[in-house]
């Protein structure tokens, strides 16, 4: 019993001698804690097998006290490095360590090394400072650094808050953007700070992996997180509102495409998975938002199709001269056809920023190309209702088939100029770059055989049915406005 108690005293000792060396000295550094040091070496000696209940105890004891050291210690660490970044009005403003004085880069440089090393010695689990599993870095001194954001973001997007609002993803996205912008130049130099810790200890410890030696990857990777975090939060809104959705998946689209112009062509080095790729992995997500595009796009054009002015000629200068007396067919489209283009053209630019090839040519099939199909989906009801007036059969007992007058004919006119301006800007598009690229990617993924895939164009199936359009619609014009063979006979009589 007496070498028990002379044991327990020696493990008070050490702990009293720990605790006041961290509660009254700057010293944060936990191979420099002797007290500590001699209690990690007194279990690491202690017997492993015929332990009696009382050494038992002991052991537990010695364990509970060296687990308080741990917390102490780790709590002072991050208590300085908090009071230090505060100092620096980190994170509200970009912290370059160029521009801050020499003693507090320095002091800094010790704090997220002492605290590193921490992580890498502790003989006890440590306390994670972010307890979201799925957001922590697997670095202490960074999970330290990351937390106000941490915090800020959380506050603002995951309460209750006016900020927290699904239908202005574009709040929570200029958040971590700002702080990608204002930040990665910090996370870049802290990078030398912990290197020779990682390069020193990776080959013998578990508790980081070597993966994990550049701090600037894993904020990246930190923040992509976060933004999936945030994703999978939103998700089931963005399922039950298919606008949220498409609103949601454009402004990724150009967040991914800023990260890509603004960070990785400056750090060629980074990883970066484009978000939207990343959501768009779900099928369910990837469905919804193409349903939802194609639906505001087939709304949009049944409300040109219907407006009252839809095939009035659109005069692009007052002094051009009736439409009879114009050369150019191709200088007078309608305004249905240049509504629709501009509408066209607006896609375009919407999803051209998109990096996934296959996304870009998925969304060209189902949103893109249908726009232009139905569009001469609704030319030609508009020929087929002047069919049923002028060229139909007569019903017994009904009207006769009256002759249209020249302003019946001037609609199947407006068609012809209509289909000829749509065929001109196809035709333009398909020596686009972007439209060159979807060409090349549609035809990799196709079962054609070469010279298939050389001969057919991206457009050529629309261009063949607006080709065989015009024709039918000329035949029909040419039926009423050129003379027939009876009526020059009777001419020549």
Known sequence: MEIYMILVSKVDYYTESSINQILNSEETNINKLEGYRSLVKLLQDWPT????????????????NLNYIQFELQNS????????????????????????????????????SDLLLFQLECYLPYQQVIQQESLQTGILPLDVLIYPIWVRFQYHFMSQ?????????????QFILDNIKNQLKLFIQVEKFGKGLFQSYHRNSTKISSKKFSSTAVFVDWISSLIQHQLNYLKPQHLQNPHTLAHTIKELIDFDFTIRDDIIKK??????????????????????????????????????????????????????????????EFDMPTHSVDRMFTVFEAITERYQHVLDPKIKLLYFEKVHYPLLGDYLGGMRRVYKGFERKFLGFRTPGGPPITRPDPDNLAILQKLIYSSNFLMEQVKYLENDQMFLELWSLKHEQSNNNAEDAENEGLFDHFISELEQFIQDIQTTLDSFTKPSISDTLSQLT
Do not use: C, G, H, M
């Not at 100092?87 to 801050?100: D, F, H, T, W």
């Not at 790729?277 to 469905?287: E, Q």
């Not at 692009?316 to 439409?323: A, F, M, R, V, W």
């Open 49 to 64: 097998t015929s332990i009696s209940k009382v050494l038992q105890n002991l052991y537990d004891y010695t364990k509970q």
């Open 77 to 112: 660490i991050i208590n300085k490095l908090e009071l230090l970044l505060k100092s620096v009005e980190y994170p509200q403003k970009a912290l370059n360590l160029k521009k801050i004085q020499p003693i507090q880069v320095e002091r800094l440089n010790t704090l997220y």
């Open 161 to 173: 808050q006016p900020t927290n609002n699904a239908e202005k993803p574009e709040w929570f996205i």
């Open 267 to 328: 750090y060629p080095k980074l990883e970066w998975e484009p978000i939207s790729v990343v959501y768009l992995k779900s099928d369910t997500i990837k469905n919804a938002w193409l349903e939802s595009e194609y639906k505001v796009v087939t709304v949009k054009l049944q409300e040109i199709l219907s407006d009252k002015e839809a095939w009035e000629y659109v005069y692009y200068d007052s002094s051009l001269p009736l439409p009879s007396q114009i050369d150019d």
